[in-house]
């Protein structure tokens, strides 16, 4: 059964750090690239942050360049969001999603999804 | 690259075709993806490559365009198609989403 499962979601002030994860089961996120995608409540999706196959190549939206890591560890499947200074605006549902492509650091769309996280920045 | 997205809301009946427009501020390729979301839902991928249908994809639905211009058709509209549809450049970052498009109910 293939199961996406991100954690590490909560209640946050302001200025103060998160980390996200994002496991796979009964499917493999080797060789292929992870995003981490947004949404603010009753808002759009917002991509946040991309990492390739082979980690080399890491990319990430505008307003969270500088306050953002993303990484993974193919060993447990795993891809990670760190984020630090968060802001209100930060607030919303964080998914991962894995690539559709299979060719290196060439992007296609997200096929496979997780249910999301919460995060929520307030004092 | 920024993604214009329209209508950004659609009123539809069951049988309709409907079409939904995404405009790109550059030329982006065929990198364009579509997407389905029901609320409370993670987003599901319908379309990538512009117009490669997504396994398991029903075949109602159907994407074309390159450059800067791109469309969604859904060519007789079912009950379980009432949801928002997203596109998204994957051609040059930071990648975008569209606005979106609610898809209700007439």
């Known amino acids: 059964q293939v199961q996406v499962v991100e954690s590490g979601g909560g209640v946050v002030q302001p200025g103060r750090s998160l980390r996200l994860s994002c496991a796979a089961s009964?499917?493999?996120?080797?060789?292929?690239?992870l995003h981490w995608v947004r949404q603010a409540p009753g808002k759009g999706l917002e991509w946040v942050a991309l990492i390739s196959n082979d980690a080399t190549e890491r990319k990430f939206a505008d307003s969270v360049k500088g306050r953002v890591t993303v990484s993974r560890d193919d060993s447990k499947d795993t891809v990670y969001l760190e984020m630090n200074s968060l802001r209100p605006e930060d607030t919303g549902v964080y998914y991962c999603?894995?690539?559709?492509?299979?060719?290196?650091?060439?992007?296609?769309?997200?096929?496979?999804w997780g249910q999301g996280t919460t995060v929520t920045v307030s004092s | 690259t920024q993604l214009t997205q329209s209508p950004s809301f659609l009123s539809a009946s069951v049988g309709d075709r409907v079409t939904i427009t995404c405009r790109a501020s550059?030329?982006?390729?065929?990198?364009l993806a579509w997407y389905q979301q029901k609320p409370g839902k993670a987003p599901k991928l319908l379309i990538y490559g512009a117009s490669t249908l997504h396994t398991g994809v029903p075949s109602r639905f159907s994407g074309s365009g390159s450059g800067t211009e791109f469309s969604l058709t859904i060519s007789s509209l079912q009950p379980e198609d009432f949801a928002t549809y997203y596109c998204?450049?994957?051609?040059?970052?930071?990648?975008?989403f569209g606005g979106g498009t609610k898809v209700e109910i007439k």
């Open positions: 998204q450049q994957l051609n040059r970052f930071p990648l975008a």
């Open positions: 550059q030329a982006i390729d065929s990198y």
């Open positions: 009964g499917i493999t996120f080797k060789t292929y690239a």
């Open positions: 999603a894995r690539d559709v492509g299979d060719l290196d650091y060439v992007y296609y769309g997200m096929d496979v």
